[in-house]
C-alpha cells in the first residue's frame, strides 16, 4: 500500500523531487524507500503514459514530458515532442504556437545543465523554434476561445500586440542564443 502512495507522489510530481519539496510531499515521499532502480521503471511508465495522452487540446501531457526533460535530462524524448509538435502544428491557434516556441526555447536554455544534452537535437529544435516564430509573425494572428481565457488578464493592450510582442521578444532571445 505505501508503494502505491510512492507511486502516486512520484506520478504527480513527474518524479521531480524539487517540486515535492516545495509542496511538503517530500518527507513522506523519503520515508517510503523507493530504489533508484524503481523510480526508473515509474519513469518510464509516467513517460509511456505521457506519449500516449498527448493532445493538441490539453497540454498537461506536453508539458510533463517537457518538465521531465528538462529535470531529468532525457532528451531522447525531446525528439518525440518535436515530432507530436510538427505533427499538430497545423491544428494550433497562434497563441498555442508561441506556447509551443516558448517551451521548446525552455529546453534549449535549460540543457546547460546537463552535460549529454545532443548538440544536434539542440540546433534541430532551435531552427524549429524560428520557424514557429516566423509563422506566427508573417500569418494572421489567431487566438481561439481557449487561448483568449488565458490571455484575458493583459488589460494593457489587445491580445494580438500582446502576442506579437511577446513572440518578436522571443525571437530576439533564441537569434542570440548560442548552442
Not at 71 to 88: A, M, R, W
Not at 107 to 133: C, G, M, N, Q, R
Request: hydrophobic share 35%; net charge negative; proline share 1%.
Amino acid at each position: 500500500m505505501s508503494e502505491d502512495r510512492a507511486k502516486e507522489l512520484f506520478f504527480s510530481y513527474y518524479g521531480n523531487e524539487f517540486f515535492m519539496w516545495k509542496d511538503g510531499d517530500l518527507d513522506e515521499y523519503k520515508t517510503y524507500n523507493i530504489s533508484k532502480d524503481q523510480e526508473l521503471i515509474w519513469r518510464n511508465e509516467l513517460i509511456d503514459k505521457l506519449c500516449s495522452e498527448l493532445d493538441v487540446k490539453h497540454s498537461s501531457s506536453l508539458n510533463g514530458l517537457i518538465l521531465i526533460i528538462n529535470y531529468f535530462g532525457e532528451y531522447d524524448l525531446l525528439k518525440k515532442v518535436l515530432y507530436f509538435i510538427s505533427d499538430n502544428y497545423g491544428k494550433a491557434d497562434s497563441f498555442l504556437k508561441l506556447r509551443y516556441a516558448e517551451e521548446l526555447f525552455d529546453i534549449i536554455e535549460k540543457s546547460k545543465f546537463h552535460e549529454h544534452a545532443p548538440e544536434d537535437t539542440l540546433l534541430e529544435t532551435k531552427k524549429f523554434v524560428i520557424v514557429i516564430i516566423n509563422d506566427i509573425l508573417s500569418n494572421k494572428i489567431e487566438i481561439s476561445a481557449e487561448s483568449e481565457k488565458i490571455l484575458e488578464f493583459n488589460r494593457y493592450m489587445s491580445d494580438e500586440k500582446y502576442l506579437v510582442m511577446r513572440t518578436q521578444d522571443l525571437l530576439k532571445k533564441i537569434e542570440s542564443y548560442d548552442i
